[in-house]
């Protein structure tokens, strides 16, 4: 990992995001980018559209000061051994994310999420955060608000069964690397029938054997609430970091882990990783 993105409105939420960027830059000797937007607002006539202008420019300016200060902050917080730099565009959010994605060779978007609440800097946040993990295809880290300050030495990888899950891990152990965190994989299943724990238990042996020199262990959970029993597990185990694949193979698969992963997004108290599947097939 080379080239990491932190998009930033400088909220409390962002700037714990930008914390966990940092650390993982610095883990990974990467360029780190931070990148705040503002919008262009809509104007009527030429004399507001003039006065729109001057109101951006300054909120360009007052943007990079701000950007400047965060960047000593987190250079002298992680050390040396990462180059960061920030930059202030004028676009929509997921629109400039995706630029710097496809034409910058950025690996890793991490952004601040929300924390639960009904704020309506945690809305706009949480909203944002949704329309990045549904725009690119690379992996993007979503920090809540009240995650704990940054330290990865735990990963859960959040699984369905799936053949695609084997090539995420592979993505995940490098990620994990980056840290020396321990990865294990977790199913929840909500029905406890024979069948189900058979197809589990088989998977979780292919697992397991599959990546024995990394020791990645498999569990499977029964509880009829996946979101609930997901977050039983991570809070029992003392985990750091989730991370879940979003797929697209079909409208009902997408429909079901489009929302688990909102709520999770908006709800978790813990840092997630999304996966995008069509990155794994690829």
Do not use: W
């Not at 714990?16 to 360029?31: D, F, G, P, T």
């Amino acid at each position: 990992m080379k080239k990491i993105l932190c998009p930033t409105d400088f909220s409390k939420t962002a700037t714990r995001a930008m914390e966990y960027a940092a650390y993982l830059a610095s883990q990974a000797h990467a360029k780190l980018t931070l990148l705040h937007v503002t919008h262009l607002p809509l104007a009527e006539t030429a004399e507001t559209a003039l006065v729109a202008t001057e109101v951006v420019g300054e909120m360009n300016r007052d943007a990079t000061d701000k950007l400047a200060s965060a960047a000593k902050y987190l250079q002298d917080q992680y050390g040396s051994g990462f180059e960061i730099d920030y930059e202030v565009k004028t676009a929509f959010l997921a629109d400039a994310v995706r630029y710097y994605i496809v034409h910058e060779g950025y690996e890793l978007v991490v952004v601040g999420s929300t924390g639960g609440g009904n704020t309506l800097e945690e809305i706009l946040i949480g909203s944002n955060t949704l329309a990045i993990i549904e725009d690119v295809l690379c992996p993007v880290l979503s920090i809540p608000t009240n995650a704990r300050k940054p330290r990865i030495q735990k990963i859960a990888y959040a699984s369905d069964l799936q053949d695609t899950d084997a090539i995420a891990l592979k993505q995940v152990i490098h990620f994990a690397s980056l840290t020396g965190a321990r990865v294990e994989v977790v199913h929840i299943e909500k029905k406890n029938d024979t069948a189900g724990q058979q197809k589990a238990a088989e998977f979780g042996q292919r697992i397991e054997a599959l990546f024995a020199e990394q020791n990645v262990q498999f569990t499977e959970i029964i509880h009829p609430d996946e979101e609930v029993g997901l977050k039983d597990y991570l809070t029992t185990t003392n985990t750091d970091l989730l991370v879940i694949m979003k797929r697209h193979r079909s409208f009902f698969s997408n429909l079901f882990h489009s929302s688990l992963t909102e709520k999770l997004t908006y709800h978790s108290k813990f840092p997630m990783l999304v996966l995008d599947e069509r990155s794994q097939i690829a």
